[in-house]
């Protein structure tokens, strides 16, 4: 079952405009973590925002994280066609094992 | 990458017959997982490991097994492959300061 489930599916910008990934998920959290994926590669880790974090920075990374609405946003600024990948939302469900559960990911194309 | 090497990268098998996956690690990192991905699903675990020989069952585990018996070490067998198990398989490690989960660069699988 999906935890995570990000809108929108795929996203279609210009380099230089801002791309905003949303991610919703259904119990509560001890983080939600934010991956890049290339075609046919790995997963690059973004950023972890725990549940008592509201937002963070990682250069032109900004996320926010919204605990009574279950959601969190990934926006990427001043995008730029290296920008275009799959971006997924995990969830960290306090297992104490910090197993991920995963939603499908965003499709993002940046064109130059 | 976090020290991370999958192995094979990439096998193409006959159903019915055995797969092995090998997991490795130069980081001494206690946590280790398996995620497989597939179209339309995302990333979903397979199976973990908190120690060795510690393991225990993830979303999708029916068809595989896991064992660890060093640290450095995690290994993901397919006892019998089944088409089904056709799928990129990701190797995963938690980070030694907080829950920072660092992927490897992951295995295809053909199970024709």
């Known amino acids: 079952s999906q935890q995570g489930e990000e809108d929108p599916q795929a996203l279609s910008i210009q380099e230089g405009e801002n791309a905003t990934m949303n991610c919703s998920y259904k119990t509560s959290i001890n983080n939600l973590q934010w991956y890049r994926q290339n075609s046919g590669r790995g997963l690059v880790h973004l950023i972890l925002i725990r549940s008592n974090e509201r937002e963070k920075h990682s250069g032109r990374l900004r996320v926010t994280l919204d605990t009574s609405k279950k959601s969190s946003s990934l926006l990427i600024t001043a995008s730029r066609a290296a920008d275009t990948a799959s971006y997924f939302c995990?969830?960290?469900?306090?297992?104490?094992?910090?197993?991920?559960?995963f939603g499908k990911g965003t499709m993002l194309l940046v064109s130059p | 990458d976090a020290g991370i090497t999958q192995s094979p990268r990439h096998k193409v098998t006959e159903t019915g017959t055995p797969v092995t996956l090998r997991c490795h690690q130069t980081e001494n990192h206690r946590y280790m997982y398996w995620y497989r991905q597939d179209p339309g699903h995302g990333l979903r675990l397979i199976h973990y490991?908190?120690?060795?020989?510690?393991?225990d069952k993830g979303e999708v585990s029916d068809g595989y097994s896991v064992s660890r018996s060093k640290t450095e070490d995690f290994l993901l067998t397919l006892e019998s492959a089944t088409s089904s198990q056709t799928s990129v398989y990701f190797c995963?490690?938690?980070?030694?300061?907080?829950?920072?989960?660092?992927f490897g660069e992951g295995s295809w699988l053909t199970v024709v």
């Open positions: 490991s908190y120690g060795v020989k510690d393991t």
């Open positions: 995990a969830t960290d469900m306090n297992s104490g094992y910090s197993t991920l559960t």
């Open positions: 995963a490690i938690r980070g030694n300061s907080g829950n920072t989960i660092y």
